[in-house]
């Protein structure tokens, strides 16, 4: 029977889509599309914006963006969401649509900066999206509880991990804020994120 397959790349946006596929038990293949491939009219098919993650489902059918992955995978997934027209269901909608729509592409403006504007904006588009997301890490040390949603775990968690790991100076960040350096080491032997973690190909 066919299973889920994932577009993606190593330690990057697809790891959200394999810690939530592990959390619902679901088997899965995984490959990493060059930027050939992704620039490929039947990748675009897939994804029009030619980027990674996709999730092709055992239907045929196909979900782009990360934060639409989430939504669709929380269905197998019951045990990570907190209760309907709960406070903790406010926070986690919140928090997470934060992390997808205003730090994940901070985070692409400082790894991706060449796709932003000239060479001589660099410094600045980077030092800009930084702010962005050292202002948000602040607001995230004062809700960790010792996560998002207290004892807890959602999807936002597993998200808020994943993004961690692309800071250019993650001492930095860790440094004024205990509670998210914590909760990052806690994630971190969390078994779906460690086994996830240990398949990443190696980096070319
Ligand atoms: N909004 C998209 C962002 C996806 C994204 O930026 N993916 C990056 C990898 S982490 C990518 O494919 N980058 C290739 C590129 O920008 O050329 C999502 O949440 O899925």
Known sequence: MASYHVYGRAFAGSLIVEFMLREAGLDYTISFPDDAERASPEYRLKNPTGKIPVLTCPDGGQVFESLAIVQYLSQFCPHLLPASGSAAEKT????????????YPAYHRQHHTYQYGPEAAWPEIQSLARAVND????YIEGVLNPYICGEMLTPADFYLYMISRWNLDK??????????ASALDRLYT???IAATLASQPKRK
């Open 92 to 103: 986690y909608l919140s928090v997470l649509a934060m992390l997808g729509a205003t730090m």
């Open 135 to 138: 202002q948000l890490y602040d």
């Open 171 to 180: 001492d930095a960040m860790r440094a004024s804020r205990p509670k998210l």
């Open 190 to 192: 969390h078994p779906s």
